[in-house]
């Protein structure tokens, strides 16, 4: 961030090379960039905050049931998606934004395994 | 330290001129191991699978909510936490072009691992004591592939992250340590990731 704005000063000087500034900002963004102390420490924190809360709910019985179990997975899906922002950077990925459709695609198939699992595994009646 | 800094702004300097063809390799390199990282997630899938169908099935044995002690994976899940903020302050540092922060945050990172895999071996050896063996149930099958094989990910990580920490302190920070450091820390975030789900899905769940 110390950067860009260290930058627009210069910007302002030399309208002409404005568009090359521009591009050096891409490199930067690309190569350097990811992320700056403040997003690694906004993150830790929310994960510090999504791991204290599922464990106040169980150890202190605030919750039972399904209640509780909505509150748990939905803290950990939340905790995947802060590191996936503020620690894996996906949301600074460039325009064809394949990692981000891997990584939709990889999820896809992930739930079809387990959601799959486990709705097969609780109908059966052999298993039981 | 004047020198790391002199060798990372070198290193930069001369890397700009040939970005074109370089980058675009550099990004598909980290690019191909997003993908790997992709299937390691599907993998784990099945695992997480395989324990939530079997997880009732304890065969007489002991049960979930007998056999956790959480104090101690609460302790884990805290120390794999810091460990994936201190690999994102490594990558900070590397981007500063800060050699010597770079390696103390690698180091601190695996230090924070290697406790988190003692307290894991040592949980995994007083179950096996207390009669609760990969053997005794579908339960517990399922309990240790799941989670061993989370501790292996964490131990083969630990292992390459030493070898990056010797090839660092020889090369200092090039374009390709660049891209490996880039790589294990994402592999990092990954591992603390499927713990974050290890730990809802088989402890607290569990103890529940």
Redesign the interface.
Known sequence: MAQHSGNEHEHEHENQHEHEHEHEHE?EH????????KS?VI??LF??VL?AI??MV??NHWL?GTA??VV??G??VL??VV?LVY??HLREEKKPR??LL??I???I??MT??G???WI?TYNVVSH | MAHGNAHAQSNSHSHAPSHEGHVDLESLRLMGFWIFLITDCILFGSLFATYIVLHGNTAGGPTASELFHMPGVIAETFILLTSSFTSGLAVLSMNQGNRKGLIGWLVVTALLGASFITLEVTEFVKMVHEGATIGTSGFLSGFFTLVGTHGLHVSLGLVWMTALMIQLGRHGITPVTRRKVNIISLYWHFLDVVWIFVFTIVYMLGVM
Do not use: C, D, R
């Not at chain 1, 690309?30 to 102390?37: A, F, N, R």
């Open positions: 490199h690309e190569h350097e960039s990811h992320g700056s102390l690694y993150g830790f994960s510090l791991t599922p464990l169980v150890l039972a509780a179990k748990l997975v803290a950990a905790q995947f590191q620690f894996m394949w990692n891997a990584l695609f990889g999820l198939v992930l395994i387990v799959g699992s486990v595994m």
